[in-house]
């Protein structure tokens, strides 16, 4: 079983930036692709960006492309979401997620953290 906290999240001006943590028990984090997904008020929950086991490789959502990078820290049991040049549509709770298998529907998804809210002011 994984355990995943989420942190960093907080108010922050069009144009600035916001680094999110997912701290996670030791379970298997380190043999699986981490997920970052967000929800906005009235909307689904939408894939962001994730990265495999070995941070190999990342993935990411056009609409953050060029602008977020996902990092992890194996050793410390950490994903990272770097998040630059923000706007006010990234204002959403921003969860992580360990894989069970896939990459970009939250289906693939077996474990979560409770979500941080990320609110990007205009």
């Known amino acids: 079983q994984v355990h995943l906290v989420e942190s960093g999240g907080g108010l922050v001006q069009a144009g600035g930036s916001l680094r999110l943590s997912c701290a996670a028990s030791e379970g298997t984090f380190s043999s699986r692709t981490m997920g970052w997904f967000r929800q906005a008020p009235g909307k689904e929950r939408e894939f962001v960006a994730a990265i495999t086991w070995t941070g190999g490789r990342s993935y990411y959502a056009d609409s953050v492309k060029g602008r977020f990078t996902i990092s992890r820290d194996n050793a410390k049991n950490t994903v990272f979401l770097q998040m630059n040049s923000l706007k006010p549509e990234d204002t959403a709770v921003y969860y992580c997620?360990?894989?069970?298998?896939?990459?970009?529907?939250?289906?693939?998804?077996?474990?979560w953290g409770q979500g941080t809210q990320v609110t990007v002011s205009s």
């Open positions: 997620a360990a894989a069970k298998s896939g990459i970009f529907y939250a289906t693939d998804y077996d474990y």
